[in-house]
């Protein structure tokens, strides 16, 4: 399995950015997926996730109603669409991978069993 994030960069406070996370190797409708992030001398952290079929969704309060993770399965791509940005939000995005068609979206990190590299989201003005 190979998770590949990319869409991060600097942006300033108050805008907006658009993360993609293109996975390979895996079934990917028998997956769910989220995002999660780490902050500069932080713990990762859980961001928001999406089940296998996109009919279910769970975010952090941290980003309800500014981020919104969508996922395309027939592109085997899932996006984060992130508006109205804070300082705060500066971290690496990862995007993670678990297989099954779990019932309740986990936020535990432990089970994710896939993980992208991550991609940097800076917001600074």
């Known amino acids: 399995v190979q998770l590949q994030a990319s869409g991060g960069g600097l942006v300033q406070p108050g805008g907006s950015l658009r993360l993609s996370c293109a996975a390979s190797?895996?079934?990917?409708?028998?997956?769910?997926m989220a995002w999660f992030r780490q902050a500069p001398g932080k713990e990762r952290e859980f961001v928001v996730g999406?089940?296998?079929?996109?009919?279910?969704?769970s975010y952090a309060d941290s980003v309800k109603g500014r981020f919104t993770i969508s996922r395309d399965n027939p592109k085997n791509t899932v996006y984060l669409q992130m508006n109205s940005l804070k300082p705060e939000d500066t971290a690496v995005y990862y995007c993670?991978?678990?297989?099954?068609?779990?019932?309740?979206?986990?936020?535990?990190?432990?089970?994710?069993?896939?993980w992208g590299q991550g991609t940097l989201v800076t917001v600074s003005s």
């Open positions: 190797g895996l079934t990917f409708g028998s997956y769910d």
């Open positions: 993670a991978a678990r297989y099954g068609r779990a019932s309740v979206i986990s936020r535990l990190e432990r089970d994710f069993g896939s």
């Open positions: 999406i089940n296998w079929s996109g009919g279910v969704t």
